[in-house]
C-alpha cells in the first residue's frame, strides 16, 4: 500500500511539473519574437479588482488587470430612443447574418415568413471558437461618443418638459472621461487575413474568443453575440506591482478620478494573450 501511495504521488508531481512546464512553455512562445500588436492603455481599458475596504490583502498576492471591451449595438430601436456602447459580448452591430455565415454558422434566410424550426436550429448551433479584432479609440469609439452626445440632448429635451430624468445626464460626460475606448468591431478565422484588413499594429490587436447565436427569437434576421475573448486578463508583475497601489476600480461610480489615472502598454503575442510591458502613473 505505502508503495502504491508513493508511485501516485511521484506520478501526481510528475503530472504537475509537465502541466507548469506546458505553460511555462506556451507564455514563452507567445512572447517569443516581436508582439503582434501593442496598444496603450490607461485605467479606461484595464480595470482593478474590486477589494473590499475591510480585507486584508497578502503582500505578495498576485493582481490582474481586466480588459475593458465593448460593442456597438444596432442604432435606435423603436423600444430605446439611443442604443449605448455595452460593456462585454451583447449583440454587435456587425455580427449579422452574413458575418455569421462567414464564421461558420448556419443562418436561416431573412423572412417575415420565417419558420421557426429554422430558428430553432440556428439558436441551438454550439459556439464557436474565432478570431476577435479590437479597435483602441476608432470609428467605433467616436460612434459611441456621437451617440451619448444626442442620448443626453434627448435627455435634456425631456428635462425641459417637466420629465424628471437628471440620474441620466451625466452618461455624455462619463463616455468622455471613463468609457472604454476598446471595441470588438470584428471577427473572422483567419489571422492574416484580418491583419491584412487592420494593419496598424498599435490601433487594433487580433484575440481569441467564443462566438454563439444571440437567442432574439423575436429578430427576423440572424444574430450573433461574443460570448467571452479567451484570455481578458492581465498579470501586474511584481515590479510593477507599487504602480496600482491606492487605486480605486474604475466603476466605483466616480466620473473622473485623476489620482487613479495609469497609463499601461500591452502586448499582444504569438498566441494572441497579452501581457504588461510598461506601467506608470500619469
Same mark, same amino acid.
Do not use: C
Given at each position: 500500500?505505502?508503495?502504491? $501511495? $508513493?508511485? &501516485? ?28 500588436? @501593442?496598444? !496603450? /492603455? ?5 480595470? /482593478? ?13 498576485? #493582481?490582474? /488587470? !481586466? ?13 430605446? *430612443? ?23 454558422? @448556419? ?9 421557426? =424550426? ?17 479597435? /483602441?479609440?476608432? &470609428? ?7 451617440? +451619448? =452626445?444626442?442620448?443626453? +440632448? ?6 425641459? !418638459? ?13 463616455? %468622455? ?12 478565422? =483567419? ?24 437567442? #432574439? ?5 440572424? $444574430? ?8 481578458? *486578463? ?24 485623476? &489620482?487613479? !489615472?495609469?497609463?499601461?502598454?500591452? &502586448? ?10 510598461? +506601467? +506608470? %502613473?500619469?
Amino acid at each position: 500500500m505505502n508503495w502504491n $501511495r $508513493r508511485i &501516485a504521488t511521484l506520478a501526481g508531481l510528475a503530472l504537475l511539473a509537465l502541466t507548469n512546464a506546458v505553460a511555462l512553455g506556451g507564455v514563452a512562445w507567445n512572447r517569443s519574437g516581436e508582439p503582434d500588436a @501593442t496598444l !496603450h /492603455l490607461t485605467q479606461r481599458e484595464l480595470t /482593478l479588482p474590486y477589494v473590499r475596504s475591510d480585507a486584508r490583502e497578502e503582500e505578495n498576492s498576485g #493582481l490582474s /488587470l !481586466h480588459l475593458n471591451w465593448r460593442t456597438l449595438p444596432p442604432p435606435a430601436t423603436k423600444d430605446r *430612443e439611443v442604443d449605448l456602447a455595452r460593456q462585454g459580448g451583447a449583440f454587435p452591430q456587425w455580427l449579422d447574418a452574413n458575418k455569421m455565415s462567414s464564421l461558420g454558422f @448556419t443562418a436561416p434566410v431573412p423572412s417575415r415568413h420565417q419558420p421557426e =424550426d429554422d430558428n430553432a436550429r440556428f439558436l441551438w448551433q454550439t459556439t464557436r471558437s474565432v478570431l476577435i479584432v479590437l479597435e /483602441l479609440d476608432g &470609428a467605433a469609439n467616436q460612434e459611441a461618443l456621437r451617440r +451619448a =452626445d444626442v442620448y443626453a +440632448a434627448t435627455i435634456m429635451a425631456k428635462t425641459a !418638459h417637466g420629465e424628471n430624468n437628471s440620474v441620466w445626464e451625466p452618461q455624455s460626460q462619463r463616455e %468622455r472621461l471613463t468609457g472604454s475606448r476598446l471595441f470588438a468591431i470584428d471577427a473572422g478565422l =483567419d489571422a492574416v487575413a484580418l491583419r491584412a484588413i487592420y494593419p496598424d499594429r498599435t490601433k487594433y490587436a487580433i484575440v481569441h474568443g467564443r462566438i454563439a447565436p444571440s437567442g #432574439l427569437r423575436d429578430e427576423r434576421q440572424a $444574430r450573433g453575440a461574443i460570448e467571452s475573448i479567451s484570455v481578458d *486578463e492581465v498579470n501586474v508583475p511584481l515590479a510593477w506591482r507599487s504602480i496600482f497601489d491606492g487605486i480605486r476600480p474604475s466603476y466605483d461610480g466616480t466620473l473622473d478620478e485623476p &489620482a487613479s !489615472h495609469f497609463q499601461a502598454t500591452v &502586448a499582444f503575442g504569438r498566441r494572441f494573450e497579452p501581457w504588461l510591458v510598461t +506601467a +506608470a %502613473r500619469r
